[in-house]
């Protein structure tokens, strides 16, 4: 895929901040990276964008779901 469609950290950084996100701001965020297109980087730039976004004072909050785990233990599942 050519590199001009693919989806950058400072695209989604950018299309972040439209969407009125920002400094110090709040999120809690449950996503399909594949809805996004091609992101160069992957799941990382998608974390890099949003704690760009955020900053140091703000917060991201994403589920983790661990397989093949039936049950969530505090003390036994890896996260």
Do not use: N, W, Y
């Amino acid at each position: 895929m050519p590199a001009r469609l693919a989806v950058t950290l400072d695209r989604l950084a950018e299309d972040l901040r439209t969407l009125g996100l920002g400094e110090g701001d709040r999120v809690a965020l449950h996503s399909s990276l594949k809805s996004l297109g091609f992101v160069l980087g992957g799941p990382q730039t998608v974390v890099g964008a949003l704690m760009e976004v955020v900053g140091p004072r703000g917060t991201i909050l994403m589920p983790v779901f661990s397989r093949p785990a039936p049950r969530f233990s505090v003390a036994e599942t890896p996260s």
